[in-house]
């Protein structure tokens, strides 16, 4: 009859009864998925979860860790790592460079990127991957040709530059771009006025001023 549950024969002796017993106990607390409503909570032969729908389709929730080796306890963290850093008091800059000294973090999320330090020159890439990367310098003066460069362990990997001839006060320069970085990537912001002294920091031009800033997000894991 449609509907009806297949009999199940009684164990004959303890040790059918003991089997599957086992076997029941297994398949429930190991089970290989799980209804919730209208979905099905279920693992790809490799170790993705995935969730599907009974109208059809399916989607990755999470992909298996790709750490946990050696360590089968292992948390990873999912929250995409982002970080702003800041710099608000006045630094100079010489006429040859300079790597700007943060002294503040507006935001981080996603992982240590800072060291707990209250001052640093540089951040640490916490998660591979590739990262927006947007970063402004704020110059005390013009009248320079002005610089300024994302450093990746000490490489320059985006930079930006004006002339100013004005001598405009607090004029900025802007670095924005995307890069491919890995786990422990030490990330700097470089600074340079040719051939003359300049201080950057928060720019006062503003009822509230703006701090010389570098921001980092995670676009895609690696």
Known sequence: MSGTAEP??????????????????????????????????????????????????????????????????????????AVTVTCTALQTISGANGTIMWDGAADQVGGNWTGGKKTFDAVMVPVSGVYDIAATVWFSAGNAFLTAAVMVNG????????????????????????????AGDAVSLFAEAAGTSRNVGAAPIFAQPIPTSMSLSLVSRS
């Open 155 to 182: 490489e320059t990997r985006v930079a930006g530059r004006i002339a100013d001839g004005s001598g405009t006060p607090w004029p900025s320069v802007t670095v924005a771009g995307q890069l491919p970085l890995q």
């Open 8 to 81: 199940v024969r009684p164990a004959r002796t303890d040790a059918e009864w003991a089997r599957e017993t086992s076997r029941r106990i297994e398949s429930v607390e190991n089970p290989t998925s799980q209804r919730i409503g209208p979905w099905v909570l279920s693992a790809s032969a490799d170790g993705h979860l995935i969730a599907s729908h009974v109208e059809g389709g399916s989607t990755i929730l999470a992909r298996k860790p790709s750490g946990g080796e050696n360590d089968p306890d292992a948390i990873s963290d999912l929250t995409p790592p």
